[in-house]
């Protein structure tokens, strides 16, 4: 089993896209993983330990650009001088198609869980969502939306490389906590969940 489990066990590079996302991530472009952590660091100082505001902050950096690009397109036209490099700015049809039918999963997935809870009464799936929205809140009661945007991109970028270093030693390790997690949820749904007269009358209709 440890042999089969080893020969398909997917490349983590190959799970993250086999792409320039995945070179970042993984810090093989050691410069990308650098940019991306210094900008994180930098917006976040200066909006959670500066005080700027964020939308004056952004407003003036792009009437500054503005300003720049301005002057340099008149001052361009008038020494002969190239124009700003400025790329084309269009999204795609195939990118917006993308977007959209990534929503349209999630849309779906979060409609299905609401109507499990109201119309199916799926008890169990109520406790799950319920828990994880009460953590949820627990969490954003300790940190706030921008330090939690900010720990995100710290493990989004820790993670996988860590992973990639010793997923031989993490898989064996997940694999013992998921059958753990697997039999306390057996014991619990055959301690609770079973006696509970909303399953319990659900199961004997299904009988």
């Not at 084309?88 to 809870?117: F, K, P, Q, Y």
């Not at 953590?135 to 900010?150: A, Q, W």
Request: include cysteine; aromatic fraction near 12%; charge should be positive.
């Amino acid at each position: 089993m440890g042999d089969s489990s080893l020969s398909l066990r997917t490349p983590v590079h190959k799970a993250l896209g086999g792409g320039r996302v995945a070179d970042v991530l993984l810090w093989r472009k050691w410069s990308g993983g650098a940019v991306m952590l210094v900008s994180a660091t930098t917006m976040w100082y200066l909006f959670e330990i500066a005080g700027y505001n964020f939308l004056t902050f952004v407003a003036n950096v792009l009437l500054i650009l503005a300003v720049i690009l301005f002057f340099w397109a008149k001052s361009a036209s008038l020494l002969n001088r190239p124009l700003p490099p400025i790329p084309n700015m269009e999204i795609s049809e195939r990118t917006v198609v993308m977007i959209s039918d990534e929503l349209h999963v999630w849309i779906n997935c979060v409609l299905a869980v609401a109507h499990g809870i109201t119309i199916g009464r799926n008890l169990k799936l109520f406790i799950k969502v319920a828990v994880s929205l009460w953590f949820l809140s627990f969490i954003g009661s300790i940190f706030n939306f921008l330090t939690l945007v900010y720990i995100g991109v710290i493990l989004i970028l820790l993670v996988p490389f860590v992973y990639e270093k010793y997923q031989h030693q993490i898989d064996e390790k997940l694999s013992v906590a998921d059958r753990t997690i697997q039999a306390q949820c057996r014991k619990i749904d055959e301690m609770v969940f079973s006696k509970l007269p909303l399953l319990s009358n659900k199961g004997k209709k299904m009988q």
